[in-house]
């Protein structure tokens, strides 16, 4: 298993280097200067490779690890949420075992795609459903195999479709409930941030509608949007 942190802000917002001080940091030529301070073995990714889906579809195709795992550039810290209290943990080793034995259950599970609670609020938390089959993943992402490409058509909402596929032809993905990795989302700049606008969001998620129909929901709220799968998997129990 390799882990690589994608730049996606300034080097003064990159704190994931904390808790994978042994992943590689995945960024472009400009910006490899930046982050010599903070130990991490760099990789360069060519200019022409733009948008998310593509630079994740890069990273599959050059590195040749069965399991890759792709992490944010801003992840602060892991937060347990399978208690009355959530805590945090920050001790490399310890996540570096959390990671490994999700990627192990995935795998035992058959699917390709795992990751983690999107909500780090222990109020969220339920404790019937200490892991997850039908939703999509973000932030950490785990891939097994080349079973499926990211869709390069779109630049931000990647990992949406690309659990879509996977439910569509493994049937589940494997989430773990229990614990979130805990960040500041689209508040970046530099990396992929550049590329974010309202008419590209706007024109992302059209593209992921006509796509995939009823199966991805985009509903509005008072604070903003919330971006779901509709996709059912439990049988009814008739009495």
Not at 11 to 16: A, G
Not at 150 to 166: A, G, M, R
Not at 180 to 189: C, D, H, L, M
Request: glycine share 6%; proline share 2%.
């Amino acid at each position: 298993m390799i882990i690589l942190i994608l730049s996606r802000g300034r080097v003064n917002s990159i704190t994931s280097h904390k808790l994978f001080p042994s992943a590689k940091l995945v960024c472009i030529e400009e910006e490899e200067r930046l982050y010599r301070n903070h130990g991490l073995e760099t990789v360069i990714i060519p200019k022409s490779v733009i948008g998310l889906g593509a630079i994740r579809n890069w990273c599959l195709d050059n590195f040749k690890d069965k399991t890759v795992v792709m992490v944010d550039d801003d992840i602060k810290h892991l937060a347990c949420i399978a208690r009355e209290n959530s805590f945090r943990i920050t001790d490399p080793d310890a996540i570096l075992q959390i990671v490994e034995n999700t990627a192990l259950c995935a795998e035992e599970a058959g699917t390709v795609f795992f990751g983690f609670n999107q909500a780090w609020d222990v109020r969220k938390y339920q404790g019937n459903r200490p892991f997850a089959l039908v939703c999509w993943i973000g932030g950490v992402v785990g891939i097994i195999g080349r079973d499926f490409r990211f869709d390069e058509n779109n630049k931000l909402k990647v990992d949406i479709d690309y659990s879509l596929q996977t439910l569509l032809k493994k049937r589940i993905i494997w989430t773990d409930n229990r614990f979130s990795f805990v960040q500041i989302r689209n508040n970046n700049t530099g990396g992929n941030v550049h590329l974010r606008s309202l008419d590209l969001y706007e024109k992302e998620i059209k593209y992921l509608k006509e796509k995939w129909g009823t199966y991805y929901s985009v509903k509005r709220t008072r604070t903003g949007e919330k971006i779901g799968i509709r996709v059912k998997r439990k049988q009814s129990i008739l009495l």
